[in-house]
């Protein structure tokens, strides 16, 4: 069983349109995240989650909106897509907000890779 | 200057081979320090985990702190084909509350047969 799992994993779609990606885990985990990676690979975190409560928004435009409708989801949505949002980006989850230690550990998705044309 | 800096690589070395990779950092109050390994087309796996100054070995992993130099290392021994991957350093402040990790940009290591 895969752990935390996102889709769709590749996307291309026209600048100007919007798009969602989803992301589950089954890990019974608290805590959520979307991070992203750009082409240098420089991962990046954008938002997280604690039991359906945003904790973290990194100055993110407002075009990206995170909504968690349980807390083993956790979705993102972005409005008005434009070239520089094409990136990779990887839902993660952890048992409560931390930063990854042996006894928390971050365990992420394998990413959805989105172009923007 | 980024908060975290790491040489981009890429790094070639033959199997077998010692590799050492490193992270230097400006914020002093990190003080959790970790190295994932990241396959291409998958997402990062937390690879070591340490807190503050010191050592800490995995079987064939080495992760090495100095704080005072702000400088981590990742050693490899014997090094395999498998380890080909990207690997990042990420650090912070604290290990709960509204943290969040800070990641390097990360090396691409290729193990030659």
């Known amino acids: 069983d895969t752990a935390v799992s996102q889709t769709p994993k590749y996307l291309v779609t026209q600048m100007g349109n919007d798009k969602s990606i989803k992301c589950e885990q089954n890990?019974?985990?608290?805590?959520m995240y979307w991070y992203k990676q750009d082409s240098k690979k420089f991962l990046k975190i954008m938002f997280s989650y604690n039991n359906k409560e945003l904790i973290i928004n990194e100055t993110v435009p407002n075009r990206f909106s995170p909504k968690s409708p349980d807390k083993a989801h956790l979705n993102l949505h972005i409005n008005s897509l434009e070239l520089g949002d094409s990136a990779v980006y990887f839902c993660?989850?952890?048992?409560?907000?931390?930063?990854?230690?042996?006894?928390?550990?971050?365990?992420f998705g394998e990413g959805s890779w989105l172009t923007v044309v | 200057q980024k908060e975290v800096e790491q040489d981009p690589g890429p790094l070639s070395v033959p199997e077998g081979a010692i590799v050492s990779l490193n992270c230097t950092y400006s914020n002093s109050a990190f003080q959790y320090f970790m190295w994932y390994r990241q396959y291409s087309r998958k997402g990062p796996e937390l690879l070591m985990y340490t807190y503050s100054s010191g050592n800490k070995e995995d079987g064939r992993f080495t992760a090495q702190v100095d704080k005072s130099s702000k400088y981590i290392s990742l050693f490899i021994r014997d090094s395999q084909p498998s380890d080909s991957a990207t690997y990042l350093c990420a650090m912070s402040a604290s290990n709960f509350g509204n943290e969040k990790l800070t990641f390097g940009t990360g090396t691409r290591l290729t193990i030659i047969p």
């Open positions: 890990l019974g985990h608290d805590t």
């Open positions: 993660a989850s952890s048992q409560s907000i931390g930063t990854g230690s042996s006894g928390n550990t971050i365990y």
